[in-house]
């Protein structure tokens, strides 16, 4: 991994190569000068540190919300080791995505982000198919997400409210799940209306979100276990394989690489800082660092939290359980179990939430922002329905009406939840596999295609780059395939795990909209610098 100096001469690239920047635009910032080489002009405004830019990322991999609302998810399949141990598996294989991407980031900074890495490094060839499936899948990912990330902020909410009023054995309020998808349209409706402030003010929020999280983490790891009166051995934290699950796979291995999703899920959206390149100063070096120093942060916050949190368990099935206090949200469980058990009242436990809600809502905040660039972008290349709408620019230089569709949209996701959770859930899952193959696409033409084309910007990962782009993407092939598999037997309509069926569906229509409409006129990425 290495950092170049900024060449002097002007430069050019052979097919999927990279640019060199050169300071012709008087700026000072060289990610502005890149820009413009990539034929782009300034329209968005660059006022991002690299703070801010990878406080984007990190608030959106959020180790509070991934980790909180699949801890069920660990605990059922596995339990501590593979949360413990599988956090570190996961981790270290998409570190080898994130320095993948960073490299490419480095030479292409823009806020197309993936589809337009594609394109460059596909060749002119394949480079608008390339773009397009890229393109759509990133962008359908990234609203998966938000629906995702707001959605379970809701149901958190549903939680802290039934516990607040006297639990599930107390006559405690259960919200409808009308109740909930209003929450959700409500945390969203806020989402856009923050997103519609001035870049100074997301990046206040976004450099508050992280130090939130940071912040968070560490309180909670303290707190929980410290409070709880009866804590769990290091031995079960670290050794305890639970194979006692009611979704009949006896397989250890099987259980282990289920366990996974828990961490996989969690450590996503960290291309917000790609996506952020044009509002970046120096982005072509800025945009990569805070891609993988937000990747590497959270894998070592993360870990802390998942310690902290699994020493206060003790009774798996209990926490699991639909008729226990939280009904069956073991994090929460965990939470105010801890501190009734001592104080004779969950309300300690209650504000731990808060804090961990307080996070979600910012992780989807963030997840609104780099929604909205990565639609603007896209959208200027005129690969969107009413694209002239969505790349529109307020007076405060931000994407205004691509920030309200990005919330209109997750707000129409979540409607399949009103009739069946098992839809919704398949759309959802979308924002792990289908976001992953948005970004094994273009390291894969980097790799292949572009291997000898390619031309590195200032981080590059030197002779390395070919090997840690090849093992990234057989991690993202092997994930998708494993994160297809059926997640109980017998396999009945309910119990089928639609991942595959969603992520199939995606690509069906991204494919047939391909054949029967763009081919005729997308044409990839086009310049507006002489517009």
């Known amino acids: 991994m290495t950092f170049s100096k900024s060449p002097t001469g002007s430069g050019g690239s052979g097919r999927g190569g990279g640019i060199t920047a050169v300071d012709v635009d008087g700026s000072g910032d060289t990610g502005q000068a890149r820009l413009n080489e990539l034929g782009y002009k300034q329209e968005l405004k660059r006022d991002l540190s690299l703070l801010s830019n990878f406080a984007f990322s990190f608030t959106i991999i959020s180790v509070l919300t991934g980790v909180t609302t699949l801890y069920n998810t660990g605990l059922n399949y596995g339990g501590p080791v593979t949360m413990t141990f599988g956090w570190f598996v996961a981790g270290a294989f998409t570190m080898t ?3 993948s991407m960073a490299e490419i980031c480095s030479s292409f900074p823009t806020s197309g982000g993936l589809y337009y890495w594609s394109a460059r490094l596909s060749g002119s060839r394949w480079a608008p198919f390339a773009s397009w499936i890229t393109g759509w899948f ?7 997400v938000t629906t995702s990330v707001d959605y379970s902020l809701a149901q958190l909410i549903q939680v802290i ?11 405690g309020y259960l919200a409808s799940k009308y109740v909930v998808i209003a929450f959700h349209a409500a945390i969203l409706l806020s989402h856009a209306i923050i997103n519609s402030l001035p870049i100074s003010w997301l990046s206040f929020f976004g450099q508050f979100a992280a130090a939130w999280n940071m912040l968070g983490v560490f309180v909670l790891m303290i707190a929980v276990p410290t409070v709880a009166t009866e804590r769990a051995s290091a031995k079960f934290v670290f050794t305890h394989f639970n194979t006692d699950n009611s979704a009949g796979i006896h397989s250890n291995l099987y259980i282990f690489v289920l366990g996974l999703l828990m961490s996989q899920y969690t450590l996503t959206g960290y291309d917000a800082s790609a996506h952020m390149t044009e509002e970046t100063k120096n982005a072509d070096r800025n945009g990569p660092i805070g891609i993988i120093s937000a990747i590497g942060i959270s894998i070592v916050v993360g870990w802390g939290y998942i310690l902290g949190i699994t020493f206060a368990v003790k009774d798996i099935p209990y926490l699991l359980s639909p008729d226990n206090d939280a009904g069956g949200y073991a994090i929460a469980q965990v939470f105010y179990q801890a501190f009734k058990s001592r104080y004779g009242s969950g309300v300690g436990g209650i504000v731990c939430l808060g804090i961990v809600a307080v996070a979600i809502y910012f992780c989807g905040m963030s997840s609104v922002t780099s929604n909205s660039r990565m639609a603007y972008a896209f959208s200027r290349d005129g690969a969107m329905p009413l694209s002239s709408v969505w790349h529109k620019v307020n007076k405060h230089e931000v994407p205004i009406n691509a920030v ?28 792990t596999i289908g976001l992953y193959i948005a970004y094994a696409l273009p390291i894969f033409f980097r790799v292949t295609l572009a291997r000898k084309y390619f031309v590195p910007g200032p981080f590059n990962l030197g002779r390395y780059g070919v090997v840690v782009g090849w093992v990234a993407v057989l991690w993202v092939a092997t994930i998708t395939v494993l994160f297809s598999l059926p997640v109980t037997y017998p396999v009945t309509k309910d119990t089928l795990n639609y991942t595959p069926v969603a992520v199939g569906g995606l690509f069906i229509l991204v494919l047939a909209s391909w054949i029967f409409s763009a081919r005729h006129w997308f044409k990839g990425p086009v310049t507006n610098l002489g517009g």
């Open 404 to 431: 309200w569709l990005s919330a209109f949209i997750s707000l129409c996701m979540a409607l399949p939840s009103l009739g069946s959770l098992v839809a919704f859930q398949a759309m959802v899952s979308i924002a």
């Open 97 to 99: 995505v994130g320095l």
């Open 138 to 144: 990133n962008i359908v990912g990234q609203w998966a």
């Open 161 to 171: 409210i039934l516990l607040s009023t006297g639990g599930a054995n107390g006559g």
